[in-house]
């Protein structure tokens, strides 16, 4: 029987893991971590052994604009039509008649009716809860770089003599 945590625990399998890392710095900036792998790189370093891992993950969204009946419903219509210009598209390759363009509009009629219609079905099962358009992004707040064991005291070296040292390295 196992221990539970040890050895149930593996480590995910692919180039994103080290067998035993050790940390050699955290930067505020993703440039400044950048940069300490690249002085390793400039320095014969094997930085195939590194790894910069963003921490301290943050959820940023920045709101867009007003998200009115007449935006959703444009929206939809739009999202239709570029549906429908695809379908119209397909079933020309696949059909003999010479109303390949009246297939194809017809298509993007059909998709902007359709497309107006879910977004509006969409829109009104919220009851304008989410009033707004925005874009999030999930943003490290912190870099650390990462190194395999055997290679931590070789690479602590080479960032002592790096100019402006950057981080206290751990």
């Given amino acids: 029987m196992s221990t539970p945590g040890m050895s149930s625990m593996r480590p995910p399998s692919g ?35 590194c790894m910069i891992v963003g921490t301290e993950l943050k959820q940023v969204e920045r709101v867009t604009g007003r998200l009115t009946w007449g935006r959703v419903i444009l929206g939809g219509v739009l999202s239709g039509v570029w549906l429908g ?23 993007m009629i059909f998709g902007a009716i359709f497309g107006a219609v879910w977004a509006a079905i969409g829109y009104g099962v919220t009851r304008g809860q989410r009033d707004f358009t925005s874009i999030s992004q999930v943003v490290a707040t912190k870099y650390e770089v990462l190194v395999e064991h055997k290679f931590a005291q070789q690479a602590r070296d080479l960032l002592a003599q790096r100019p402006g040292a950057g981080p206290t390295l751990t």
């Fill in 15 to 49: 180039g994103l893991t080290l067998e035993y890392p050790m940390s050699l710095g955290v930067f505020d900036q993703y440039v400044d971590a950048q940069q300490a792998v690249d002085y390793l790189s400039d320095h014969e370093f094997p930085v195939q052994n």
């Fill in 85 to 107: 210009a695809f379908v119209g598209l397909i079933f020309a390759l696949f059909s003999n008649g010479s109303d390949t363009f009246a297939m194809v509009i017809s298509t």
